[in-house]
């Protein structure tokens, strides 16, 4: 399709992606041509600031520290080895063609971006693509120990939203290798004195001077002890606020505060309402419930989805009167396989949830809250035998029985979905710089690449290709002219009312002496965001929703309760703050939920349906990332809009039934 | 099925590293059976905040088993009586009505008490900035098919690569020894053709920093293999052995 005038409500002056010039497959290498680099020598003179140790923070950070910068790396936990990447099960996408299935970097390229409902920048997608093999190659010098096959060679299996097999694994551990070899490289590197490691640290602000971001504000978690920290950049990968949720798959500590404070120093939050439900995890069961679990997408790849054909049916299974193995073939509905006969289980994740919701709200749900479907792997241990599935999922059908007390290889698993990841996050240009100079965002926490709805194991491809091959080189064209900026004084008077802003923050919290817990506010915030901007969305909801946040803002700012003292490790303190920057997100994603008057991927407005019940675009109007920028507290924030062009490939409506 | 229980608790509180901890009771009614060990600590916690009095400090963070945060030694044990399990994974069906339950940090000269039942492992970290990494930087490295691995030894590699660092090994070890730990990385990287040629090297290296660091030395009890909550095998300690001399006969 012939580059396209998009409508004109989108302000393009405002937002300016960078995006290199000429033919898609070529922007990446013309672009490293010709940018600035830092010479070696210069390199040890530059301090670079990096937040976060996932798969994008380590990674990040040890490469810097290779090529020669002077690294400060952050970590909430009490190792960068805990960071939550570290949770991510199924594996990582290339285009490696091992399989001699026909992929390539372009049908990576087009099945992100088709799986992301064609909302996400072309340049970035193709770039994502182009790098995700060198990835692979990476990983494996590290000795990260993926699957291989009897001759030795490295095996994949497929995921959704593709028709190639491309997924390289560890087990259902693969997150958890790809980040100790990230791990293993940043260590290496701490070894050396190459880069400094701060644990048990959490980020409170980003320090701004003549508008360049140059240092950060944070709380040593151990000793309550407020400090300062000089760079000449700031880079952040603080992963997903999905815990805006409270119930989500996310870690306990994975928080949403480092973007919010991004946000107020002037970055724009993108496209927060994408955010991901996940098809396959264990359903809620109780109001103690902390967090929700993950089954591997993977199992999608031999587990068969269904639910009862007959309410009936249902019904007795919801008493406890029948069993999921009393009903015969034909009294299951394989629901997946019937609304999507080309790809069947393997639908990507946003068309799953939905599918899952359609047929729980219709009456067919099992389990004794009737919100949960059958993933089913009978016929897979007859066809294979049980040696091989547990094999393949040993690990994930180990967890899924400790938490049901069911066994798995007996009776079918039930799964339902759950707030899982976050498209959404802070803006970036094709440089990944947010619009504060100095400052930039990989992983999870950006909003690039996945569009409106992020494809199975690409979050860790994103992840290691932001880290490993794209943020060391662009940062670079930002630090070139920085060697002439001596390294600044954290007695500056940015850092100092930086510091006294937290001060008081803290103080003002600690001084409510309420009568709610921290956790008792989250838990009320996530059940509205749930049942108002979760998998259906629509206008009355979002607006009831925008209602209840400013209730449960005004509730937080009035009834919390935080013991002890700030000066101390104080687990409720480090909750609080992390809450109210919650609320904050939520409301924004409530915001961006409302003002996109279409459906995409994750963002599913119930009043822009196909007759089908699929996702309806509007091309005409929402061919834009929604760009937030803070105008100031208990202020609107004012939208921008980063248009979307689509120059190589033709937008289409989202088929995967033929 | 699901139920509840009634059940009292043990419980370690020490204010800071250098104050003197003590057991504390509490009573919890009504918990339930479904509800993950971390999830009862959570419910006390809150009753606690209720009270106005302060919630119980420990670590955890996935709560799905792989970060290796969560600790606690669980009526004489790490993470519990249940094998393969983190303490994020027990479930409180494992206790019974009216039982007494007793919770402990992590005791090991290596990894001091931070506060209640939170303790610092940063020497692991340690460890692995001695030698657990091969020494390849980012990029230029061969294409990943290259060099075929055996699936044997992948798969044993792989079975090394799940420990997930959170020290069960060494609060179970009488002397307080990290060797099932710095084995299981050894063994992970001598296993693969990529981090075979630094395996000795490496075994040194990471063996040195480990006494440094005021583990205690290995005497094969096996305690180690047996609560590992991945089941990580003390067969790795043999091989860990093996590059070890090979490394003091180069000497």
Redesign the interface.
């Known amino acids: 399709m012939a580059k396209k005038v998009e409508s004109t409500s989108v302000d393009a002056t405002k937002i300016d992606a960078r995006i290199p010039e000429g033919p898609l497959a070529e922007k990446w290498s013309n672009y490293k041509d010709h940018q600035k680099l830092v010479n070696p020598s210069n390199k040890r003179r530059l301090d670079v600031i990096v937040v976060g140790t996932g798969l994008a923070g380590a990674?990040a950070a040890?490469?810097m520290a290779?090529m020669g910068f002077n690294v400060l790396n952050f970590c909430i936990?009490?190792?960068?080895?805990?960071a939550?990447s570290?949770?991510a099960q199924g594996g990582i996408n290339a285009a490696?063609n091992?399989q001699n299935d026909g992929d390539s970097v372009y049908r990576l390229f087009y099945d992100t971006i088709k799986g992301g409902d064609y909302r996400s920048r072309e340049a970035n997608v193709y770039r994502l693509a182009e790098v995700s093999n060198?990835i692979?190659?990476?990983?494996?010098?590290?000795?990260?120990?993926?699957?291989?096959?009897?001759?030795?060679?490295?095996d994949n299996r497929s995921f959704g939203g593709a028709q190639v097999s491309r997924t390289?694994y560890?087990?259902g551990?693969t997150?958890?290798?790809l980040l100790?070899g990230a791990?293993?490289?940043l260590?290496?590197q701490?070894?050396k004195g190459a880069v400094k490691?701060y644990?048990r640290y959490e980020m409170l602000d980003v320090v701004v001077i003549d508008g360049r971001a140059r240092g950060i504000i944070t709380r040593n978690l151990?000793s309550g002890k407020i400090e300062r920290f000089f760079a000449h950049a700031v880079v952040v990968g603080s992963g997903g606020y999905g815990n805006t949720f409270f119930l989500s798959t996310n870690?306990?500590?994975s928080n949403g505060s480092a973007l919010v404070q991004m946000y107020k120093k002037g970055a724009y939050f993108a496209n927060p309402a994408y955010a991901q439900i996940h098809p396959t995890c264990i359903p809620v069961?109780?109001d103690?419930?902390?967090?929700l679990?993950?089954m591997s997408e993977s199992l999608r790849n031999d587990g068969r989805i269904w639910v009862p054909k007959s309410k009936e049916d249902a019904e007795a299974i919801r008493a406890g009167k029948k069993k999921a193995t009393d009903l015969t073939e034909d009294q299951r509905d394989y629901y997946l396989e019937r609304r999507y006969p080309a790809f069947g289980n393997l639908v990507p994740r946003d068309v799953a949830s939905r599918a899952a919701k359609e047929r729980c709200d219709a009456g067919f749900g099992v389990g004794n809250t009737g919100l949960a479907v059958y993933l089913d792997f009978s016929e897979a241990i007859n066809r294979l035998s049980e040696n091989v599935i547990r094999e393949r999922y040993g690990n994930l059908f180990?967890?899924y029985e400790?938490?049901v007390?069911e066994n798995p290889y007996k009776n079918p698993m039930m799964i339902y979905p759950a707030m899982h990841y976050c498209m959404g996050g802070i803006w970036v240009d094709y440089e990944l710089q947010t619009s504060v100079k100095g400052l930039f965002c990989i992983g999870e926490a950006n909003f690039s690449d996945h569009g409106a709805n992020r494809l199975g194991a690409s979050a860790l491809m994103q992840g290691l290709a932001d880290g490993?091959?794209v943020l060391?080189y662009t940062i670079q064209n930002y630090l070139a002219d920085q060697i002439q900026i001596p390294r600044m004084s954290t007695d500056l008077s940015e850092f100092e009312e930086a510091e006294k802003a937290i001060h008081s923050k803290i103080e003002k919290i600690m001084k409510i002496q309420g009568d709610k817990?921290v956790?008792?506010i989250h838990r009320e915030l996530g059940l509205i965001m749930w049942d108002f901007v979760g998998m259906g969305r629509n206008k009355a909801g979002l607006e009831t929703a925008l209602e209840k946040i400013k209730a449960v803002r005004h509730e937080f700012w009035t009834k919390v309760?935080v013991?002890?003292v700030s000066s101390d490790?104080n687990?409720?303190l480090e909750k609080a703050l992390r809450v109210a920057d919650f609320i904050e997100i939520g409301e924004l994603m409530a915001r961006d939920a409302l003002m996109r008057k279409e459906s995409c991927g994750g963002h599913f407005r119930e009043e822009y349906q196909t007759p089908e019940g699929e996702a309806l675009r509007n091309d005409e109007d929402f061919s834009f990332a929604s760009c937030w920028k803070f105008t100031g507290e208990g202020n609107e924030p004012e939208l921008l809009k980063e248009p979307l062009d689509y120059e190589f490939i033709h937008r289409q409506q989202r088929n995967y039934k033929a | 099925m699901?139920k509840s229980i009634n059940i009292t608790l043990k419980i370690w509180r020490q204010a800071g590293p250098k104050v003197k901890g003590e057991f504390e009771t509490y009573k919890l009614d009504n918990i339930?059976s479904?509800?993950?060990f971390?999830?009862m600590l959570?419910?006390l916690n809150?009753k606690l905040?209720?009270e106005?009095?302060?919630?119980i400090?420990f670590?955890?963070?996935?709560?799905?088993?792989?970060?290796?945060?969560c600790s606690l030694y669980i009526n004489g044990h790490p993470h519990g009586l249940d094998g393969?399990?983190t303490t994020c994974?027990l479930?409180m069906?494992r206790f019974k009505d009216g039982e007494t339950i007793t919770v402990e940090p992590w005791r090991s000269a290596a990894f001091p008490v931070?506060?209640d039942l939170?303790v610092?492992?940063?020497a692991?970290?340690k460890i692995?900035?001695?030698?657990?990494?091969?020494?390849?930087?980012?990029?230029g490295?061969?294409?990943?098919?290259a060099?075929?691995?055996?699936?044997i030894y992948?798969?044993e590699?792989?079975d090394a690569?799940?420990c997930?660092?959170c020290g069960a090994c060494v609060a179970a070890c009488k002397n307080g020894s990290a060797m099932l730990f710095v084995a299981a990385k050894v063994s992970?990287?001598a296993l693969?053709p990529?981090?075979k040629v630094e395996a000795s090297h490496r075994a040194k290296l990471m063996v040195a920093k480990m006494d440094e660091l005021g583990f205690g030395n290995c005497t094969n009890t096996g305690a180690c293999e047996a609560e590992c909550p991945k089941a990580v095998s003390i067969s790795h300690i043999a091989r860990l052995n093996r590059e070890f001399l090979s490394a003091k006969f180069k000497d």
């Open positions: 990674s040890a490469s290779e936990q009490d190792s960068p080895r805990r939550h570290i949770a490696k091992y060198g692979i190659d990476q990983c494996v010098a590290q000795g990260v120990p993926f699957a291989r096959e009897y001759g030795g060679l490295l390289f560890a087990k551990q997150g958890q290798q100790l791990y293993s490289a260590s290496r701490i070894g490691l644990s151990t870690a306990m500590a069961h109780g103690y419930q902390s967090k679990t993950l180990q967890m400790k938490i007390d490993y091959f060391p817990s956790d008792s309760y013991p002890g490790l687990v409720e | 699901e339930s479904d509800s993950s971390l999830e959570d419910v809150e905040i209720k106005r009095k302060e919630p400090a670590d955890h963070d996935c709560r799905e088993g792989i970060c290796g945060m393969e399990t994974q479930h069906r931070i506060k939170m610092d492992r940063g692991f970290d692995i900035q001695a030698g657990g990494f091969v020494s390849v930087n980012t990029g490295v061969p294409d990943g098919n060099i075929p691995i055996p699936k992948a798969d590699a792989m690569a799940s997930i660092g992970q990287l693969l990529q981090g």
